[in-house]
């Protein structure tokens, strides 16, 4: 049997090196994990030296989707757990992506460790992939030897993640898809119909209502200078998009949806369930508050939010409890969330309590989610027939008035 030399990680996050005879990489893993050590770095003495790191595993998340990732981190912590050299284990799920960005970032980041970087060190390295939630969390399993701990976490965070994006995208399709369609049947009525009655309008010397005019000049512009139009329309919606990209055009966006009769809601509980789950899941692995409050800030999406974990996080640093600090966000913060944080501290049991809210929200989401298309529907039909009534209104009118005027 081959001699193996390696470094692996203590129960107490102590960097050790050594040697041992075993079959393979695998027997080699279970050995150490007997001993309470985690592989990190193997060679053999065929080697020359090479040294194989197994800690190199999450680079190819910087173009992967979400559910991507949470495989990989899922797949990665069933392999943790069953003794695979984690050089097997990158390798093995290097082969089962069918991503080619993601395969070949995987195999940057375990050169990296090769090199002797830790995998905190190498994460940090490529920040558009992983964000500080995934470094510091790794970081923490590092440093406690529950590795597999902190995969499982982050498992869990990803997939939950993933279920409230896919809810409130799934409630908002069906009316997105409408209005679209609405949209372009109006564009094509415009362009297409309303000319040919303006022109008969015009032969008759009708005269026209102002609604009436309105439309007319709307759908002969549409018809006659579309070359001017859609590119100028376009050019608006590029305008916006990069103005939301702004400071303060998020700001705006962010206050417009918090302020929504119907999104608001939605938007304070996604807000409070993304915040609660993120937060326990760091405490869980280990992160210290204020830092797990710095994190979460930037896990949010909402600017207001963002903001004002951010400014807690430099109170909870000056001494002030964090339930304290939320208390000043009541309009952001549900009741129920200041008063569970503020049993947690009590308590000792804080990530626990905002695991348990974090699943509340999560399901208050899914109701939320699952009504709005019933709520939505009708408003949609309202707006539909009112367009309608309009273009009729505007189009009947004159042919009312010219009949009058025959009789």
């Known amino acids: 049997m ?25 027997r080699l893993a279970r050995i150490l994990r007997e001993k309470g050590y985690l592989l990190t770095t193997v060679k053999t003495g065929e080697e020359g030296g090479r040294m194989r790191s197994p800690l190199s595993f999450l680079k190819g998340m910087r173009r992967v ?21 984690l050089p097997k284990a990158l390798d093995i799920l290097s082969a089962q992506t069918s991503n080619k960005g993601f395969r070949a970032i995987l195999s940057d980041v375990k050169k990296e ?37 902190v995969l499982s976490q982050l498992s869990l965070q990803l997939e939950r993640s993933h ?9 908002l399709m069906y009316p997105s898809v409408v209005i ?32 009436t005019r309105v439309v007319v000049a709307i759908g002969t512009f549409l018809s006659e200078r579309w070359y001017i139009a859609f590119p100028v329309l376009f050019l608006l919606l590029v305008l916006a998009f990069r103005a939301i990209k702004t400071k303060p055009g998020k700001r705006a966006f962010d206050a417009f949806l ?53 400014v807690c996080a430099q109170r909870v640093g000056k001494g002030e409890k964090l339930s304290g600090a939320l208390k000043e966000y009541a309009h952001l913060y ?25 699943d509340f929200y999560e399901e208050e989401v899914n109701q939320v989610t699952k009504n709005l298309t019933s709520v ?11 367009a309608v009534g309009f273009f009729a209104i505007s189009m009947i009118q004159p042919i009312y008035g010219m009949l009058s005027a025959i009789q």
């Open 163 to 171: 279920e409230l994006r896919s809810r409130v995208v799934g409630a």
């Open 2 to 26: 081959p001699k193996y030399f390696y470094t692996a990680i203590t129960s107490t996050g102590e960097k050790i090196s050594g040697s041992e005879i075993a079959a393979d990489e695998r």
């Open 65 to 85: 989707s979400l559910t991507d990732k949470f495989l990989f981190t899922r797949n990665l912590q069933v392999m943790v757990a069953a003794g695979v050299p």
């Open 334 to 358: 549900p009741v129920a969330v200041v008063q569970m944080v503020e049993v947690g501290e009590e308590t000792g049991e804080t990530g626990n309590i905002l695991a348990k809210l974090a």
């Open 376 to 386: 939505i529907e009708p408003i949609v039909m309202l707006l539909i027939g009112a």
């Open 258 to 310: 918090l302020r929504a009769p119907l999104l608001g809601g939605i938007v304070i509980k996604l807000n409070a369930a993304l915040m609660t789950r993120t937060l326990s899941s760091l405490i869980a692995s280990g992160v210290p508050i204020m830092r797990s409050l710095e994190i979460t800030s930037r896990v949010l999406g909402n600017t207001y939010f963002s903001d004002s974990l951010s």
């Open 180 to 211: 679209v369609a609405m949209l372009g049947v109006g564009t094509l009525m415009l362009m297409v119909v309303i000319p040919l009655l303006a022109q008969t309008f015009e032969e008759l010397e009708v005269p026209l209502p102002l609604t």
């Open 113 to 149: 460790v090769l090199e002797g970087k830790s995998l905190s060190e190498a994460m940090e390295n490529h920040p558009s992939v992983f964000p500080d939630l995934f470094t510091n969390m790794i970081k923490v399993g590092e440093e406690s030897g529950t590795l597999e701990q």
